[in-house]
């Protein structure tokens, strides 16, 4: 979904931010001006590819949870209302959450895999078609065994940031 984006100055910020505050906050006041704008207001909201079928809930903390809340999100670089709905999400799916620094290094680890797979299907293609004998086989099959133990570690370092993350997110009774 594309992002529009707008300078403005410190003051017109501030009377936009209060005027949009009865009306849903800032992105919703911007997405129907934009709408307008452009002639959509008649479209269906519902029709757009973009928008999720997402809930708006507001929550008020004490001090003490506002503050454990935002340390937790900055530990993670989300936003705070990210963390939130990320706690929910793991609380009513059991799905993980990761924060996107992780989430890059997950991919990382998965391309490496994969490399890796691409480098064992070619060794044991070239296996099944070479005439090896004695030690040149021993040292192949060696090499083999090597990249397997390489995939196993990798595969387990997935696991143990997917069974790390999901024990962050658990409630401590």
Do not use: C, K
């Not at 992002?3 to 505050?21: I, P």
């Not at 307008?36 to 079928?53: H, I, N």
Request: proline residues 3%; aromatic residues 4%; hydrophobic residues 50%.
């Amino acid at each position: 979904m594309p992002v529009l984006s707008a300078r403005v100055t410190d003051d017109v910020a501030a009377r936009f931010d209060a005027a949009a505050a009865s009306t849903g906050g800032r992105s919703a006041l911007l997405r129907r001006l934009v709408e307008g704008s452009a002639g959509g207001a008649g479209l269906d909201p519902s029709a757009s590819s973009g928008l999720r079928d997402a809930l708006r809930l507001m929550v008020r903390l004490a001090a003490p949870e506002a503050r454990h809340v935002a340390d937790q999100a900055r530990s993670l670089s989300l936003p705070r209302a990210a963390w939130v709905a990320a706690l929910v999400r793991r609380h009513a799916t059991g799905a993980p959450r990761f924060p996107r620094s992780e989430e890059l290094a997950l991919l990382a680890i998965h391309g490496e895999v994969r490399r890796i797979g691409v480098n064992v299907n070619q060794i044991a293609r070239a296996l099944n078609t070479a005439v090896m004998e004695g030690r040149v086989l021993d040292t192949e099959l060696g090499a083999v065994d090597d990249l397997r133990r390489e995939l196993r570690a990798h595969i387990a370092g997935l696991g143990e940031a997917f069974a790390g993350n999901l024990a962050y997110w658990a409630v401590e009774l």
